[in-house]
Every structure is written in structure tokens, then in C-alpha cells.
């Protein structure tokens, strides 16, 4: 009679996991800080872990760009309902469009293998939109409820000017100009 492998025989072991993460942390960090796409030799230095423990966590640089983003998305959406416990709505907005901004940056370093994931259809960019829309919509209803934050406000805008400001501000060279567009937004978005 064979016996069925109990749950835990698929559990990654503790130091699988958490060498896994640790590549996740430093490919991030790589991705945000770097001016072309790293290598994974380069990435796996970060990280202070072999290229076969890379390889074995994350068998193509695909993989491993999908894993950063999808956490970031994770991230972000988590991020909303996290910020709204701990803050009013219009300051956990204020904290979410940095947090957005810090995803944005860490697109930087993966822009080639992400655009042909995304024109390959790897990666959904309707099925992100969707969520990021509505970690933003979560905000706003109840930063309308509390009357912090415009009740007219729809999400969609709201992401596209984000979107907008940290695009001019990227080309401008000078880190400080999107705290200080989004700091406009936030103040257009407070009720009149």
C-alpha cells in the first residue's frame, strides 16, 4: 500500500526558504539600482549564495524577474490595507504613492525582460492594473468615508497621475521633484 507524502514533505526546508527570499531581496535591490538588466552571477554575489542556489530557486532570469515583480505587486496591495490600519486615509495614500514610486524604481533594472514577458503574455498587465486599482480604491472609500480625502476621486485617475508625475520626474533627473508632484496630487486630492 503506498503511502501518501505528508504536507510538510512539500515544504521548502528553512534555509531553502530563506535563501530564496534573500536572492528575491538583493535581485530587487539589483533591479531598482542598476542602469542595465544585472547578471544573475551579479545578483547571486548580492545575495551571498552560489549561482546553482540562484539557478535552483529561480532556473531563468524570467523567473526570477516574475518573482520580483509579482512581490511587489503583493507588496503594494498588502501595503494599502496595512497603511490604511496604521494611518488616517489621506496619509496612508500619501505613503502609498511612495511605496508605488519604490516599485516603479525597481522596474528599472528588468525593463527588457519584463516588456518581452509582458508582450509574450508571461506577465498580465491588465490582471496588475486591476489590483492595483483596487488597493488605491480601497484607500479612497475610506478616505471619502472619513472625509480626508475627495469623494469625486476615482482610482484610475489617481494611478495615472501617479503614474504621470513619476515619468516626468524620472526624466528629470532629480529624485526630489516626485515627492514634491505627489505631494501636489495629495493636495488636489483633499476635499475642497
Not at 87 to 111: C, I, V, Y
Not at 112 to 126: F, K, N, P, R, V
Not at 129 to 147: F, M
Request: no cysteine; charged share 20%.
Amino acid at each position: 500500500m503506498a503511502t501518501e507524502p505528508s504536507p510538510a514533505a512539500h515544504q521548502p526546508r528553512a534555509d531553502a526558504a530563506r535563501n530564496r527570499e534573500t536572492v528575491l531581496a538583493a535581485a530587487t535591490h539589483a533591479f531598482a539600482t542598476s542602469d542595465t538588466e544585472p547578471s544573475m552571477r551579479a545578483i547571486a554575489r548580492q545575495a551571498g549564495v552560489g549561482v546553482a542556489t540562484l539557478f535552483r530557486h529561480f532556473p531563468t532570469r524570467e523567473a526570477l524577474v516574475d518573482a520580483v515583480y509579482q512581490d511587489q505587486v503583493v507588496r503594494l496591495t498588502a501595503g494599502a490595507r496595512e497603511l490604511l490600519a496604521g494611518h488616517a486615509p489621506a496619509q496612508a495614500l500619501r505613503l502609498w504613492m511612495d511605496l508605488f514610486a519604490e516599485w516603479q524604481a525597481t522596474k528599472h533594472g528588468m525593463t527588457d525582460t519584463l516588456l518581452a514577458m509582458i508582450d509574450s503574455g508571461e506577465i498580465s498587465l491588465a490582471h496588475t492594473r486591476q489590483e492595483l486599482l483596487s488597493a488605491i480604491a480601497t484607500i479612497l472609500d475610506a478616505g471619502a468615508t472619513a472625509g480626508d480625502i475627495r469623494a469625486d476621486a476615482r482610482a484610475d485617475d489617481v494611478s495615472a497621475g501617479i503614474l504621470g508625475m513619476l515619468a516626468v520626474a524620472a526624466k528629470s533627473g532629480e529624485p526630489a521633484q516626485a515627492r514634491r508632484l505627489l505631494d501636489l496630487l495629495m493636495d488636489g486630492l483633499r476635499p475642497r
